[in-house]
């Protein structure tokens, strides 16, 4: 019996990579039925100011072809809660990276009325999308 009904988590996953299918992978060990919030070009641009270079709908796409998967939906605002509003969920995943976070601080109060948990797994070190970019700008890497 897996601890948890349904269960959601988010990002950009762009250039995806083995962080990425590490937490997926998490994710569904914990729940029957998980979904992703995969978040939009507009979302990306508006807080990070740069575009992702795989566009949403060939991440979604992406995200939703791993087996882990069950759902995928947009993320078009950073507001958890309003995602809950839309599926709602008994858990929430997330990597470590974001714990003490004031973004994750306040979803926790905000989830603790409501009854929703939110799992934080480790981080995998070594690689992450923005390591990618910096490994293919430095040439360490042939293309
Ligand atoms: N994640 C992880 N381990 C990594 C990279 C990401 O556990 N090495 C987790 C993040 O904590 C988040 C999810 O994967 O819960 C999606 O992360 P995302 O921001 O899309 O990927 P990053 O590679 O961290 O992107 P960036 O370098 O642009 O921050």
Redesign the pocket.
Known sequence: MKPYKIGY?T????LF?I??L??LKRAKEQCNFLIVGVSTDELVMNYKKKSPVVPFEERKAIVEGIRYVDMVIPQTNRDKFSAWEKVSFDVMF??D??KGNPLFNEVEKDFNKIGVEIVY?P??KG????ELKYKIKSKETVI
Not at 11 to 14: A, T
Not at 127 to 130: D, E, G, V
């Open positions: 988590t990002g950009v996953f762009d990579h962080g990425h590490n937490i997330v990597g990276d974001w797994f981080y995998t690689i992450s999308t923005t």
